[in-house]
């Protein structure tokens, strides 16, 4: 059995996207207009965007909603003696304000300016911090190459939409529901 478990966070460890609600509570509290000029300042750089909406927002101010029972899973799994990492494309700051917010989270990986933790890449980061075999709770399409290479997906049971693209791209993996 792994002992380190990586968790993604968006839709997954929270059941919101973290960056989207970032830029719902900045457009309330500055308007479309002043919203609209970071766009442009930052020619439209995702990256970029998603970095200054996060360092601009009260993070502690948002109702996070996280998934209940995923985060009672990784308590008993820390009390275990597992080792649970944070690993998300969002922005450092986002990403830093969950790990910190959770106990149980021993390391925490973000998205840079050069570096997108998504798919092939998040799984080299994963890899090379693991020290044998490791679990990857996620959700997006980008994670199937991550289960492609451990070889079994897990997933929320309330994510229908990923369980129906897993058995359209008939990959062969065994489907883990949390």
């Not at 002992?3 to 996207?17: A, E, G, N, V």
């Not at 965007?49 to 799994?77: G, H, M, P, Q, T």
């Not at 990986?109 to 890899?127: A, E, H, I, P, W």
């Amino acid at each position: 059995m792994a002992s380190y478990l990586w968790i993604d966070l968006d839709k997954t460890l929270i059941k919101q996207d973290s960056s989207m609600t970032c830029l719902k509570r900045l457009r309330r509290d500055l308007g479309v207009l002043q919203l609209f000029e970071i766009i442009i300042r930052h020619r439209f750089n995702r990256f970029n965007i998603k970095s200054e909406v996060a360092d601009r927002v009260n993070l502690a101010s948002i109702d996070w909603i996280y998934d209940e029972d995923l985060l009672e899973f990784l308590e008993n799994r820390f009390i275990e003696g597992f080792q649970i990492n944070l690993i998300t494309a969002s922005s450092e700051t986002i990403a830093k304000f969950f790990a910190e917010t959770l106990p149980f989270i021993s390391e925490v990986y973000f998205s840079t300016n050069t570096l997108d933790m998504r798919g092939s890449v998040k799984y080299q980061v994963m890899k090379s911090k693991s020290y044998g075999d490791f679990e990857y709770f996620g959700n997006s399409l980008s994670d199937i190459k991550v289960w492609e290479r451990i070889g079994h997906a897990n997933i929320s049971k309330s994510n229908f939409r990923m369980r129906i693209a897993l058995f359209i791209t008939k990959k062969n993996l065994t489907i883990n529901l949390f």
